[in-house]
């Protein structure tokens, strides 16, 4: 059983800094990709940013305001968000492509979404 839990969330003010954190437990032979993606209410899930072990991958609307970064020793990946803006307010959701038989193909896993939200 795959397993992906994020924290970091809350509340903060225009202009303001959060970093969240996903850690992937369960039984995984690899991780492709690990990622974060968001949902704002009434609009659709979104790509944030995505890393693999090789290359970064960010939306424009994030792009020199978000880092995200990988530590391959926990499985876990993280998001730093600076200069948050009111629109940057959603539902972040942790997501990782990884296989868990050496047989197997791989499969996209989700995280059950922590809240972000920017206002004064």
């Known amino acids: 059983q795959v397993q992906l839990v994020e924290s970091g969330g809350g509340l903060v003010q225009p202009g303001g800094s959060l970093r969240l954190s996903c850690t992937v437990s369960g039984s995984i032979v690899s991780i492709n990709v690990m990622g974060w993606y968001r949902q704002a209410p009434g609009k659709q899930r979104e790509l944030v940013a995505t890393?693999?072990?090789?290359?970064?991958n960010y939306a424009d609307s994030v792009k020199g305001r978000f880092t995200i970064s990988r530590d391959n020793a926990k499985n876990t990946v993280f998001l730093q968000s600076n200069s948050l803006k009111p629109e940057d307010s959603a539902v972040y959701f942790c997501y990782a492509n990884l296989r868990t038989g050496r047989l197997t193909g791989s499969n996209n896993y989700w995280g059950q979404g922590t809240q972000v939200t920017v206002s004064s």
């Open positions: 890393i693999t072990s090789g290359s970064t």
